[in-house]
Structures are given as structure tokens and as C-alpha cells.
């Protein structure tokens, strides 16, 4: 399938008069489409919500526009918490799924009144301890240990992962709680990730169901939730077919139906934390083509670097690339496609195929909404870039700023050094 992009190259012109490249670029219409789409798939669950895991973009803007669909937010550290704080959410729409968490951040997560989500069995003394008590509401982590694997080939390894507690554990925490007067219980798990299949979320639902029946049977405590947490997948790969979120929905909904219904759990809620898939199609990084160089190999260096997208130089993730005003040529070319660090893995691309790059063209990578701007470092004292937000009426809102230097300085404003800085 040919990958379609959001901005064309007049609009990309356009809007490099005010904001030169490199940006991330959102897509607003897609993000409110896919929200609802998310929202009607789990429909049949009264329930149900989405909490998106802020780390995927942790921008208030977006979101602000996934909480106009009924969104929460999944956090797992203290600035994030303190970005939901400033947005004005508390209580239940805030879900804490952290791990070998600091002190500081449950005493938080407290006082916003979000719920726990606890990755140990040690940690329940250690909440008590920081609260004085437990809340009402808990939820765990599980993880089943061994190997997760789907019929298309997909696999993870549970029983390598440092998250989560054990079959055992789980049992056990969920008596010391109970017995501590926790009243509300939740199971979350998490056990692949970027699964580009409609199977994940049901055999994983299956799974958690399971447990949550025996769970209360053999300690009696209230299931109100289970959390199947983030890892639906996105097509980088213009080969890959897209997964259909009205299908997963519906294949969580049966096995909710064969397993708690007839346990008589036919009211527990599901929640999810999906960060790619909410966010990941609806961003793009814009970068323009500034060198080319024939040695070895046929290089183009472009104005952005891994410090805007780590993905491909950190798990040598594809992200599909597309040449502006050049959609239609032939890929006749072969390329790497490189940023400025001084690092042989700063490369957004390795032989790929592509039209023919003129110096000056604007390239757009593809899918940076998750897991993008958000993985962004300053090594080689390189800037992060500005958000953007395409929205639905076409116009273009900063949604952050570019850093500058003295954001980059900002650290040794309490030296005397700072002082002889030319900002
Ligand atoms: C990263 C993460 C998510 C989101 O994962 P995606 O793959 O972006 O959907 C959800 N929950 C937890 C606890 C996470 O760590």
C-alpha cells in the first residue's frame, strides 16, 4: 500500500516562512477521527477509557484534544504527572503505571487522587509508608513470565521484562491489600509491543479474564477494572495492513462475554493506554535535504538529526519516507539518509529507495506521532524542534517552540559561567 502523507509540499513552504525546518507536524483531523473511532469500538463497554500514555507525546495540546473523547492520561514519572496537574485532571482520569517508582512521585500521583498502578509486590509497604494508608483503589501489574507469541509470528518475552509481578505475587498482593482495606481492585498488563494484528488485544484480554475470575474467587476481592494497557501496533511498513480497532474492540467484547459474564463480572470496566496508536500515524518530522554526498555509498544529510527521532538509530525502526512534490516519481535512487551527529547510527534511513533529492527538497517521515519528538536528547548539544499542530481548518498552531541555545544553557544559569554566555 502507498503511505500517504498529511502535508503537501505548497503547505510545507507555506509554513517554513514562519517555522523552519526541522518541526514535528500533527494532524488534527486524523487524531479526532481515530479518537472516536477508539471510543466506538469499545462502545458496548459502559466503562470503558482510554488512557493515553503521555510518554508517547507528552504535549498538553494533544492532550487536551484526546480528552475531548473521553481520554485520560497514563503516567509513569513526575513531570508527566505535573503536566496533567496543570491541565486540571484528577481523580480517575489520571493512571499511574510507573515502575522502580521514586517516593515524590506516589505522594503526587496521590494528591491528584489518579490511581496506582503498582509494577511490585514490594511496593505496596512502600505506598503504604509515603500515604500512611492505601488508597481505595488499586490496581497491579502482572506479568505471566515466558514467551507471548501471536499466530502471525509476533513474539515478546514477558519472562525478560523487568515489569510486573508474578502469578504467585499477584495472589498474594491482592490479599494484603484487601486485607489493608483496599476496596477497588484493577489487573493491568502489558506483554507486546507495536503488534500490527487485531489478535493482541483479544488473547490478551482472554488471558487477564482469566485471572481476574480466579483472582476473585480465591480472594475475594471487587474487579473493577483490567487495563490492557499500550502496545497496538502502527503499518510503518507501507506492506503492513493497518490494524482495525472496530475488530479489536470486538474481539475484546466476545471473550469479555465467553469469560466475565457468566463469572457474574459482567460490570468491570476496560481501560486501555495506548500511546502509538492513538498518536503515531497523525505526526510527521519534516526535515530538508541540505548535503549530498557521493563517497561509498550515496548519502543525503538533512537539517534534522536522531535527537528528533530516535527510533530508527536506537532499534533500527523503519519510518517510511516521502520526498515532497516528488510522490509520484519513480524511486530510481538509492540513499542513506543522514543527520549531523557525530554517530554512524544517526540515520533516519540505510539504502533506501528513493526519487532523485534535489538540495533544498523538504522530506517528511513518516509516523513520528509517538514515540518521537518525545525520545528526544541533546547530545551534541543539538536542539530539540518545535510541535506543530495542521489544524482542521488548515491553519498551523505552534504548539511548542523550538529550543534555543539558552534553553540548552539553562542548567548553568546558577554558574558564574552563564554569565559570559552570548545567548
Ligand atoms: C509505553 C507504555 C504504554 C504505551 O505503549 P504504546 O506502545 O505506545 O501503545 C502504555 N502503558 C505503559 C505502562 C507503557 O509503559
Known amino acids: 500500500m502507498k503511505k500517504k502523507v498529511f502535508v503537501t509540499k505548497e503547505m510545507v513552504e507555506r509554513i517554513v516562512q514562519q517555522y523552519p525546518t526541522p518541526f514535528h507536524i500533527y494532524d488534527e483531523k486524523g487524531i479526532r477521527e481515530n479518537a472516536q473511532r477508539v471510543r466506538e469500538a469499545f462502545s458496548w463497554n459502559p466503562g470503558f477509557k482510554e488512557y493515553f500514555a503521555i510518554k508517547a507525546t507528552p504535549n498538553p495540546f494533544l492532550v487536551n484534544l484526546l480528552r475531548e473523547y473521553g481520554c485520560g492520561a497514563d503516567c509513569s514519572s513526575l513531570t508527566e504527572l505535573m503536566l496533567c496537574d496543570a491541565l486540571g485532571m484528577r481523580g480517575e482520569e489520571i493512571m499511574f503505571s510507573s515502575n522502580d517508582t521514586p517516593a515524590e512521585e506516589y505522594a503526587l500521583v496521590n494528591r491528584l487522587g ?230 554512524n547510527n544517526d540515520k533516519f534511513a540505510v539504502d533506501r529507495q528513493l526519487p532523485k533529492i534535489e538540495i533544498g527538497d523538504y522530506l517528511v517521515i513518516h509516523d513520528t506521532g509517538a514515540h518521537g519528538y518525545s525520545m528526544g536528547y541533546n547530545y551534541n548539544g543539538k536542539l530539540r524542534s518545535a510541535e506543530l499542530l495542521l489544524c482542521e481548518d488548515g491553519s498551523v498552531k505552534l504548539i511548542r517552540r523550538a529550543e534555543e541555545p539558552r534553553d540548552y544553557f539553562a542548567t548553568f544559569d546558577c554558574f558564574d559561567f552563564y554569565r559570559n554566555l552570548r545567548l
Open 114 to 343: 489518579g490511581i496506582i498502578n503498582l509494577d511490585d509486590i514490594t511496593h505496596i509497604a512502600f505506598v503504604e509508608k509515603i500515604l500512611g494508608r492505601l488508597p481505595e483503589t488499586m490496581s497491579c501489574r502482572y506479568n505471566p513470565g515466558g514467551v507471548f507469541t501471536l499466530s502471525n509470528g509476533i513474539m515478546d518475552n514477558p519472562g525478560d521484562a523487568k515489569y510486573g509481578m508474578t502469578t504467585e505475587q499477584i495472589f498474594e498482593a491482592f490479599s494484603i491489600m484487601k486485607a489493608k482495606g483496599v476496596k477497588r481492585f484493577g489487573i493491568h498488563a502489558f506483554l507486546a509491543s507495536n503488534t500490527v494484528t487485531n489478535e493482541y488485544y483479544p488473547q490478551l484480554a482472554r488471558q487477564l479474564f482469566e485471572l481476574a475470575v480466579r483472582l476473585k474467587e480465591r480472594t475475594g476481592a471487587e474487579i473493577a477494572f483490567i487495563n490492557l494497557s499500550g502496545g497496538v501496533g502502527i503499518p510503518y511498513r507501507p506492506d503492513q495492513e493497518p490494524n482495525d480497532i472496530l475488530l479489536i474492540g470486538e474481539g475484546v467484547h466476545q471473550v469479555y462475554d465467553e469469560v466475565l459474564v457468566p463469572a457474574g463480572m459482567g460490570d468491570v470496566a476496560i481501560y486501555t493506554e495506548m500511546g502509538r496508536f492513538m498518536m503515531g500515524p497523525y505526526g510527521a518530522l519534516v526535515t530538508k535535504a541540505i548535503h549530498e554526498k557521493h563517497t561509498y555509498k550515496e548519502y543525503i544529510g538533512v537539517d534534522a538529526c536522531a535527537v528528533n527521532l530516535m527510533r530508527p538509530a536506537m532499534y533500527g525502526a523503519y519510518h517510511h519516507i516521502t520526498v515532497l512534490g516528488k510522490e509520484d516519481m519513480p524511486c530510481d535512487q538509492v540513499y542513506d539518509v543522514t543527520g549531523s551527529l557525530c554517530e
